[in-house]
């Protein structure tokens, strides 16, 4: 974790966002994960922090909680102290005195207290919505509130607050992203030297998830790593490497801290690709190109999406595959059946940096989204600005149910040549991801170098 003034620094911050939004008392609730149990209490998956209460209070410890009173900016912790059955089985930890230094609370309180403090509170209770069924319940006993009705009670000014902090990144903070773009490019360097023929899928992400451990922290979501790249998130590994055929690594590490990298990877098994991978592969790096070339404060993520769509368009028409005018085509969204998602999201203590705070804020600044097939998937398309960590990841897949069922219906016929897709079933799926920083004037891609040109993918697998 960071230094305890970051900590006070980033809720004193809070609080003044608040103020500014007409919310000058109340009290914050930020409820810690706990632990989560695979198949019985004992045995739960690896701990990871609520990125919410890792921003603010900084401590990557389970069963932990936090409150701001917004009226007088005093924050206060609510930890247990360590037992003796705790110290035998999981080892001497910090005393609560010592965590409330940490974060640099003015006050510390039994972990038991929180939902009573809750409860008797005379303030209103501000809280984000909750994602786990447990912080659902505990809330719902702190508000006296049926638990299928919490989320729908989480505060819009503090989710609005809390965006507009935590998507503008520290610059302690984009070190840590580039530090786990580092190690991202290291699982995607590891994997590309272990894949050849006969090796399988399973092989491949526990290669990338070796690295990512190593690095000292943990994956930031569950790889790709897949001979089928055209299932956009196919989380099986069941499947071995074909000559000839594509092998699609989505992966990415984050660091001890929590911050995410998030890089997709498509390269031959075979060390060549052939000219209809070459062909594929070189529309989706300049359709990534497109985008990133658009990217500086003021300009709405959408216009990348839709200049890396229009390149995408645009060679999909130069193998014959798609055809009329790019712009109408993509305007019409006929791009979709080959490019059905959206260029990127907003990267940081998560993957998908905030996205339990809704997407409407998080990616839209509470306009309407769209409901047409592929920008519907846009999870980003609001103004950027200078810190904020965005992802560039166009791809193109042939997904055969999806073109069969555009072909029956004959959807956008007048742009799509069905009969020449139907030939290009078996390329897959390509993606290229890269990790983007928005500067004062532009956009610069994070990370050490990771040159993903045709002939340095081929060079990779020599
Ligand atoms: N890893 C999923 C994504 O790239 O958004
Ligand atoms: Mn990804
Ligand atoms: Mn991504």
């Known amino acids: 974790m960071f230094e305890p003034s970051v900590y006070e620094g980033r809720r004193r911050a809070l609080v003044s966002l608040l103020a500014g939004r007409g919310a000058g008392s109340g009290l914050v609730a930020f409820t810690g994960n706990r632990e989560s149990p695979m198949n019985y209490a004992d ?66 309180a039994p972990r038991t207290r929180y939902v009573v403090d809750l409860s008797a509170s005379k303030e209103p ?42 998507e503008l990144k520290e610059a302690r903070e984009v070190a840590q992203i580039e530090e786990a773009v580092d190690t991202t490019i290291a699982m995607h360097r590891a994997v590309i030297a272990a894949a050849q023929p006969g090796v399988t899928e399973a092989r491949l992400m526990a290669e990338a998830y070796r690295v990512a451990y ?40 984050e660091t001890a801290a929590g911050y995410a990298g998030d890089l997709t990877s498509t390269f031959p098994v075979s060390r060549t690709y052939t000219d209809r991978q070459k062909a594929i592969y070189q529309i989706v790096l300049d359709a990534g190109a497109a ?52 260029l990127g999201h907003q990267l940081g203590l998560d993957v998908h940096d905030m996205e339990n705070l809704g997407e409407v804020w998080v990616g839209y600044d509470g306009e309407p989204k769209s409901t047409m097939f592929g920008l519907k998937s846009l999870r980003m398309a609001k103004p950027l600005k200078a ?32 009969a020449e897709a139907g030939r290009w079933l078996d390329l897959g799926g390509v993606r290229n991801e890269e990790d983007w920083l928005v500067t004062a004037d532009g956009a610069r891609r994070l990370g050490g170098a990771f040159d993903k040109s045709v002939a340095a993918m081929e060079g990779y697998r020599a």
Request: net charge negative.
């Open 43 to 108: 045995n739960a998956y690896r701990f990871r922090q609520d990125s919410c209460f890792l921003y603010y209070f900084g401590i990557a410890e389970p069963d932990l909680a936090g409150t701001l009173d917004l009226a007088t900016g005093r924050a206060t912790l609510y930890a247990n102290e360590l037992t003796m059955d705790d110290l035998v089985w999981t080892g001497p930890r910090p005393c609560v005195d010592d965590y409330k230094a940490l974060c640099a609370a003015y006050s510390a």
């Open 214 to 253: 190593a690095g000292g922290g943990m994956p930031s979501f569950p790889a790709i790593a897949t001979t089928k790249g055209s299932v956009l998130h196919n989380h099986g590994y069941p499947g071995s490497l074909s000559a000839g055929g594509l092998f699609l690594l989505d992966a990415g590490a």
């Open 291 to 342: 985008g990133a070339s658009l990217m500086k404060p003021g300009t709405p993520f959408r216009e990348a999406h839709l200049a890396a769509a229009r390149t995408i368009a645009a060679g999909l028409k130069s193998l014959g595959i798609m055809h009329g005018d790019v712009d109408e085509a993509v305007a019409a969204g006929a791009h979709a059946c080959f490019f059905p998602h959206g």
């Open 387 to 418: 810190g904020m960590v965005m992802t560039v990841e166009p791809g193109i897949y042939f997904i055969e149910g999806l073109i069969a069922a555009w072909k029956a219906e004959k959807r956008h016929a007048s742009f799509i040549d069905y």
């Open 125 to 166: 209770i501000l809280f984000v919505p909750p994602y786990r069924a447990e912080t659902v319940l505990e809330l719902s006993r702190a508000l006296d509130l049926a638990p299928d009705r919490v989320a729908a009670a989480g505060s819009v000014p503090l989710i609005q607050a809390v965006v507009a902090q935590r």
